[in-house]
């Protein structure tokens, strides 16, 4: 099991129907391809954790550097881990209301990302909780 953790800017401006889009496309491809791991967007930054096996996970950040949708891409993390974190492919954003988004499928609202604890023990866990705290500014 392998996890890479990065960050980007968006060149352009999103939608929340591109938002849509977007989520809906990934969770098809990550799962066929072993991936999950969650994304959260806000401001014109992404923020995401890819999880799986090392060569699909790789292949995907490397399509991902290479999409010109994303600039400034700084990697955080790209190292084995013993366990999933995210056994779900998810998504937040901030830019539909909470009730739209809680209709889409894969959607994590800020309650589920309040709820979540990571292992205080992972040297991720900063950069997890980091997430966390984007999903819930106000």
């Known amino acids: 099991m392998h996890h890479i953790i990065y960050l ?12 849509v889009a ?4 990934a969770r098809r491809k990550n ?18 954790v890819l999880e799986g096996e090392k060569v699909p996970v790789t292949a995907l950040y490397e399509r991902i ?3 010109p949708r994303h600039k400034s891409i700084l990697k955080l ?11 779900d492919w998810s998504m937040a954003f901030r ?5 739209q988004a809680a209709e889409l499928d894969g959607y ?6 309040e709820q979540t604890s990571f292992a205080s023990g992972s040297p991720d866990a900063i950069l997890l909780n980091r997430m966390r705290n984007v ?4």
């Open 8 to 19: 980007s800017r968006v060149s352009g401006k999103l939608s929340s129907e591109e938002l």
């Open 22 to 25: 977007l989520l809906v496309k």
């Open 31 to 48: 799962a066929l391809a072993g991936i999950t791991g969650a994304m959260v967007y806000g401001e014109g930054q992404f923020m995401q």
């Open 65 to 67: 550097v290479a999409d």
């Open 77 to 87: 993390a790209d190292k084995p881990i013993t366990e999933r974190t995210f056994s």
């Open 95 to 99: 830019e539909l209301s909470p009730e």
């Open 108 to 113: 994590a609202s800020p309650a589920y990302w």
């Open 135 to 138: 999903v819930l500014l106000p």
